[in-house]
């Protein structure tokens, strides 16, 4: 793994000046291996992670569990690709176990987001069925905690 | 009464720690960016702090055996054995410990009769010295110097040998130069210390944070020196867990029985949830220790270049947590540094002479600091050196 990598993972804002530094190259090698990262299709894109509370009191999130009849060829990735699609649909995974497809939607009611689902997702060929299950609050987002514990208490100087 | 006369000799003798003189000046100033601390500034990983509620939950609350828990002690062998290659007796050959500062006591008090001598490379821990002095012995100080990355070179180690000599005490990775050995020297410290019938305290709390791809090797390994080592390791850098105080000694048998007869009287048992909470950080801690290796890989990159950049010349060390850089181009002491850049700057590093007269000359830079404060940290310096560099 290029090691980039995790610096641009931990804050994807870290300056080519920093990034050289701490991974000891020079910057034109950053420059050149993070052109490369995203190239390759390693780095598939560049996010920033919000508290959804604080941006926007109109946003509804819910995850859908959703079961697939699969077809003869292509199995569920001809429908899952389909659902992927649709603006509406943040994240989509196929999943093992009760059901095939966590499909994570976001919109900025309630009503919008069971619109979708009842007249989009669910009258899909090959949809079964769907359980709809709406996010009431976060705890931590990718990653990162919305309530951070603070840093540990330490003395101003130790040996 | 006069109480200060009965404070004993040698305990009146033991100069006053360069750093907590220091420590009362930062406390006493704000928004210091502190580069000075000895201690990750990680969080104890949730999955050792959890084990430790729920060994209060349990009620482990009584005390364990003097040894420590018997568990933890096999916990302790196999790790030994699978990261170290040295291989102890569970039963008789591992004392559990208040941290590493006990077990060198203890090894110490163990070992010394009232004037042998303890040889120790300098630059080193604080309380490499003093603690000799309580025990006792004579502390003699082996150099180690910047051309040599701070490496103990065996030739220099020869040169301080006399016929007292008894122990050698080594801390690799080294606070506060983060230096390492190579097996090749350690080959030849080895054969010195068979030769002159030396014990050998490896301090080896560093050796998770060894960067570059550099592996640890620890001395206890090589061959004939099991007999004559006491290994010595703990929790606190690698895990995070500072506060929890446990660390542990590996020995042969009668030391290891010696060294017990004073933790039974003095201490009794490290900390029951403590331990538990070790038990946890060795079975399941592993990852979390590679995260924070990484993170301080970074950190130890950023900070050797913006040293070497603001023209204090700084070796890239391959282990712990602190980088050693000269000052000297500057004109000031290590004093004078540490106090103009407190002052004008506030940002706190540690002046070299607090471990030992042969760090004049050089400051240690602690990176158990967020990336974004050595960031800052490096800026202020940089400003710092420019604006006082004597012509």
Same mark, same amino acid.
């Given at each position: 793994?290029?090691?980039?990598?995790?610096?641009?993972?931990?804050?994807?804002?870290?300056?080519?000046?920093?990034?050289?530094?701490?991974?000891?190259?020079?910057?034109?090698?950053?420059?050149?291996?993070?052109?490369?990262?995203?190239?390759?299709?390693?780095?598939?894109?560049?996010?920033?992670?919000?508290?959804?509370?604080?941006?926007?009191? &109109?946003?509804? +999130?819910?995850?859908? !569990? @959703?079961?697939?009849?699969?077809?003869?060829? *292509? %199995?569920? =990735?001809?429908?899952? &690709?389909?659902? +992927?699609?649709?603006? !509406? @649909?943040?994240?989509?995974?196929?999943?093992? *176990? %009760?059901? =095939?497809?966590?499909?994570?939607?976001?919109?900025?009611?309630?009503?919008?987001?069971?619109?979708?689902?009842?007249?989009?997702?669910?009258?899909?060929?090959?949809?079964?069925?769907?359980?709809?299950?709406?996010?009431?609050?976060?705890?931590?987002?990718?990653?990162?905690?919305?309530?951070?514990?603070?840093?540990?208490?330490?003395?101003?100087?130790?040996? | 009464?006069?109480?200060?006369?009965?404070?004993?000799?040698?305990?009146?003798?033991?100069?006053?720690?360069?750093?907590?003189?220091?420590?009362?000046?930062?406390?006493?100033?704000?928004?210091?960016?502190?580069?000075?601390?000895?201690?990750?500034?990680?969080?104890?990983?949730?999955?050792?702090?959890?084990?430790?509620?729920?060994?209060?939950?349990?009620?482990?609350?009584?005390?364990?055996?003097?040894?420590?828990?018997?568990?933890?002690?096999?916990?302790?062998?196999?790790?030994?054995?699978?990261?170290?290659?040295?291989?102890?007796?569970?039963?008789?050959?591992?004392?559990?410990?208040?941290?590493?500062?006990?077990?060198?006591?203890?090894?110490?008090?163990?070992?010394?009769?009232?004037?042998?001598?303890?040889?120790?490379?300098?630059?080193?821990?604080?309380?490499?010295?003093?603690?000799?002095?309580?025990?006792?012995?004579?502390?003699?100080?082996?150099?180690?110097?910047?051309?040599?990355?701070?490496?103990?070179?065996?030739?220099?180690?020869?040169?301080?040998?006399?016929?007292?000599?008894?122990?050698?005490?080594?801390?690799?990775?080294?606070?506060?130069?983060?230096?390492?050995?190579?097996?090749?020297?350690?080959?030849?410290?080895?054969?010195?210390?068979?030769?002159?019938?030396?014990?050998?305290?490896?301090?080896?709390?560093?050796?998770?944070?060894?960067?570059?791809?550099?592996?640890?090797?620890?001395?206890?390994?090589?061959?004939?020196?099991?007999?004559?080592?006491?290994?010595?390791?703990?929790?606190?850098?690698?895990?995070?867990?500072?506060?929890?105080?446990?660390?542990?000694?590996?020995?042969?048998?009668?030391?290891?029985?010696?060294?017990?007869?004073?933790?039974?009287?003095?201490?009794?048992?490290?900390?029951?949830?403590?331990?538990?909470?070790?038990?946890?950080?060795?079975?399941?801690?592993?990852?979390?220790?590679?995260?924070?290796?990484?993170?301080?890989?970074?950190?130890?990159?950023?900070?050797?270049?913006?040293?070497?950049?603001?023209?204090?010349?700084?070796?890239?060390?391959?282990?712990?947590?602190?980088?050693?850089?000269?000052?000297?181009?500057?004109?000031?002491?290590?004093?004078?540094?540490?106090?103009?850049?407190?002052?004008?700057?506030?940002?706190?590093?540690?002046?070299?002479?607090?471990?030992?007269?042969?760090?004049?000359?050089?400051?240690?830079?602690?990176?158990?600091?967020?990336?974004?404060?050595?960031?800052?940290?490096?800026?202020?310096?940089?400003?710092?050196?420019?604006?006082?560099?004597?012509?």
């Amino acid at each position: 793994m290029d090691k980039i990598l995790p610096l641009l993972r931990a804050n994807a804002r870290t300056s080519v000046t920093d990034l050289a530094k701490s991974a000891n190259l020079t910057e034109a090698e950053v420059i050149a291996r993070i052109a490369k990262l995203e190239a390759d299709g390693v780095v598939l894109g560049y996010h920033t992670v919000v508290d959804p509370k604080k941006v926007s009191k &109109e946003q509804v +999130s819910a995850v859908i !569990e @959703v079961k697939l009849t699969p077809e003869r060829e *292509g %199995g569920f =990735d001809k429908t899952a &690709e389909r659902i +992927s699609r649709f603006p !509406e @649909v943040q994240s989509c995974y196929l999943m093992s *176990g %009760g059901y =095939d497809l966590l499909v994570v939607v976001e919109g900025t009611t309630l009503h919008e987001v069971a619109g979708f689902v009842s007249e989009k997702l669910s009258t899909l060929k090959g949809v079964i069925s769907t359980a709809t299950h709406f996010r009431l609050k976060t705890y931590k987002e990718n990653g990162i905690e919305l309530n951070k514990e603070a840093g540990p208490q330490r003395l101003a100087v130790a040996p | 009464m006069t109480l200060s006369k009965h404070i004993a000799n040698h305990i009146r003798d033991i100069p006053r720690s360069g750093i907590r003189d220091f420590f009362e000046i930062v406390q006493s100033m704000k928004d210091v960016i502190s580069l000075g601390i000895g201690e990750p500034d990680f969080h104890t990983p949730w999955r050792i702090r959890e084990a430790a509620i729920y060994s209060l939950e349990r009620g482990h609350t009584g005390y364990t055996s003097n040894l420590g828990l018997p568990r933890l002690r096999e916990c302790i062998t196999e790790y030994v054995a699978k990261h170290f290659a040295v291989q102890y007796d569970p039963k008789t050959e591992v004392i559990v410990t208040v941290g590493v500062s006990e077990a060198i006591d203890l090894a110490l008090r163990a070992l010394l009769n009232p004037g042998d001598e303890v040889l120790y490379h300098e630059p080193c821990y604080v309380s490499y010295s003093p603690s000799v002095v309580m025990a006792h012995g004579i502390p003699i100080a082996v150099p180690t110097h910047a051309a040599d990355n701070f490496r103990m070179t065996a030739e220099e180690l020869a040169r301080h040998i006399t016929p007292k000599s008894k122990v050698l005490m080594m801390n690799f990775p080294c606070n506060p130069t983060g230096a390492t050995q190579t097996r090749e020297e350690l080959e030849k410290i080895a054969k010195l210390c068979v030769e002159h019938d030396l014990v050998v305290l490896t301090d080896e709390i560093y050796s998770e944070l060894t960067y570059d791809g550099a592996s640890h090797f620890s001395i206890a390994a090589l061959p004939g020196m099991r007999e004559r080592c006491v290994f010595l390791h703990g929790f606190s850098k690698a895990f995070a867990m500072t506060g929890f105080r446990i660390g542990y000694a590996c020995a042969p048998a009668p030391l290891t029985e010696a060294m017990m007869k004073v933790h039974q009287y003095a201490i009794l048992c490290a900390n029951t949830m403590a331990q538990d909470a070790a038990i946890e950080a060795l079975e399941s801690g592993e990852n979390d220790v590679q995260m924070m290796r990484k993170e301080y890989e970074a950190r130890r990159n950023f900070i050797v270049r913006s040293l070497n950049d603001m023209g204090l010349p700084c070796f890239k060390p391959h282990g712990a947590f602190y980088v050693f850089p000269e000052i000297r181009s500057t004109g000031m002491t290590s004093r004078e540094f540490s106090l103009g850049l407190l002052e004008q700057k506030q940002v706190a590093c540690v002046p070299g002479p607090a471990f030992g007269p042969s760090g004049e000359g050089h400051i240690r830079c602690s990176y158990a600091t967020s990336l974004d404060k050595i960031k800052i940290a490096m800026e202020r310096m940089a400003e710092f050196v420019a604006e006082n560099r004597r012509k």
